[in-house]
């Protein structure tokens, strides 16, 4: 590639700022940027407080940071074996084309095998055709049979506060 040097390796605690303005890049991206609160602190702890519920993979092009894959240890009941669900993975776009997004995901692919998983999960926009194309590409198949449900907000709350009640009957 012309003498470019192209790195991955997990992210480290100084690399915080960096994760969050991709996040916020990848944001504007999705066209989600009204629903993206990246907040820096949270992020520390998240990856790196005494309870880490992610990880970081960043990719860096001569020592620049050019994307990055976030992700956490799901686990399938069926397999009885954890898996990797990838949560966000994005590159910058005038580093796209370089492999990044191939590279990133071989090493969560090497990860899940490492680590004894049984898959490597994640969603997608509907809209977003050169991720999809990508990611069939790299033998990826849709779950069309699955359905995505999310509680945010209020409707978390609520639901949270019925548990809360009930425990409070019992």
């Known amino acids: ?3 470019t040097e192209i790195s991955i390796r997990p992210a480290r605690r100084e690399d915080v700022p960096v994760v969050a ?3 916020r890049d990848l944001a504007d991206y999705e066209r989600l940027a009204h629903e993206c609160f990246a907040d820096e602190a949270a992020l520390e702890t998240h990856v790196f407080g ?14 620049a940071p050019a994307g990055f894959a976030l992700f956490f240890h799901s686990y ?7 898996g990797l669900y990838l949560e966000d993975l994005f590159v ?3 580093r796209r084309g370089l492999g990044l997004g191939r590279r990133l995901l071989a090493e969560l692919a090497r990860l899940a095998v490492e680590r004894g998983c049984g898959r490597l999960e994640w969603s997608v926009l509907k809209w977003n055709a050169p991720a999809i194309g ?16 999310r509680l945010t907000a209020e409707p978390l709350r609520a639901l949270a506060g019925k548990a809360a009640r009930a425990a409070g009957d019992a």
Request: hydrophobic residues 45%; without cysteine.
């Open 1 to 3: 590639m012309n003498g």
């Open 21 to 23: 303005r991709l996040i």
């Open 50 to 63: 005494p309870r880490p519920y992610v990880e970081v993979l960043l990719a860096e092009v001569d020592g």
């Open 76 to 82: 399938s009941t069926f397999l009885t074996k954890p």
């Open 92 to 94: 910058v776009p005038e």
């Open 134 to 149: 990508f990611y069939e590409r790299l033998g990826a198949v849709p779950m069309a049979e699955w359905q995505v449900y």
